[in-house]
Each structure stands twice: as C-alpha cells, then as structure tokens.
C-alpha cells in the first residue's frame, strides 16, 4: 500500500532503522522518539488500526507482543512500556497498526 508510511518502510522504500523482522513482523526506531529507546513494532501486513482486527489476527497480536519481547532483551532493557494508540481520538496519527516499545526509562504516565 504506497499511500501508507509504514507499509513503504516494510518494503524498503522508505528509510527505517530496523531493529527486527521476520516473515510476518517490522520493528523499527520512532522518527519522534518519547522516550531513550522508542520502537516500533508492526504486521508487515497492512492494518489500519486495532479495531480493525478480526478472529484471524489473534496470532498475529502475539507475534507483535513476542516480537517486543526479543527487541527489549536485545537493547537490555529490563522493563518498558507498550502502547498501542486506537483512532485519532486514542491520539493515533498513522493508520497501520503498531505497537509502541518504550524504554530506558520510561517517562512518567
Ligand atoms: P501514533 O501517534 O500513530 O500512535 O504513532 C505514530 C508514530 O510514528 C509516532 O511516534 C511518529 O513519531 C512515528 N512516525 C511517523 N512517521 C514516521 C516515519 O516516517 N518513520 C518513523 N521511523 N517513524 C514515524
Ligand atoms: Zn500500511
């Protein structure tokens, strides 16, 4: 999907540091970063948003939370925080879901 950011960066068109992949998961650094370590955790698939979701996906989720998982033990970090921002009102301004890995520390909520 050329239109979408996210969907660019998965397919190398857009530059990205990337931290992980794998046949169904992207992880890479916030352009914005909120906190030291600040990463992004995608479906190279393209969903718009969480409540986009169906029954299929339910694997998926838990690629991305495992995926978040090996990012943090691979940057040291001990504990973090994941956030995932739903519609415009959840404060969400890209429309493919993604998981936001923040670290090293986090700041207070
Ligand atoms: P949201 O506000 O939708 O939950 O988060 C979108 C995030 O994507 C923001 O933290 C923003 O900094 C990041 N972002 C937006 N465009 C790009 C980009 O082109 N490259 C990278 N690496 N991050 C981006
Ligand atoms: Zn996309």
């Known amino acids: 999907m050329d239109a979408c950011v996210f ?4 397919e190398g068109k857009e530059p990205a540091q990337v931290v992980y992949q794998d ?10 970063p909120r906190a030291p370590v600040h990463i992004l955790i995608i479906p190279k698939r393209h969903i718009a948003s969480a409540k986009d979701l169906s029954q299929e996906d339910a694997t998926l ?4 939370l495992l995926a978040a998982n090996r990012v943090a033990e691979q940057l040291g ?15 969400q301004t890209v429309f493919h ?6 670290g ?4 207070v909520w």
């Not at 046949?23 to 914005?32: G, N, P, R, S």
Request: charged fraction near 25%; aromatic fraction near 6%.
């Open 7 to 10: 969907c660019r960066i998965v």
């Open 23 to 32: 046949e169904e998961v992207f992880a890479f650094k916030d352009i914005h």
């Open 61 to 64: 989720m838990g690629r991305l």
């Open 77 to 91: 970090l001990q504990g973090y925080r994941e956030l995932i921002q739903v519609g415009r009102e959840g404060g």
């Open 97 to 102: 879901l993604h998981l936001h890995l923040l």
């Open 104 to 107: 090293g520390p986090v700041p």
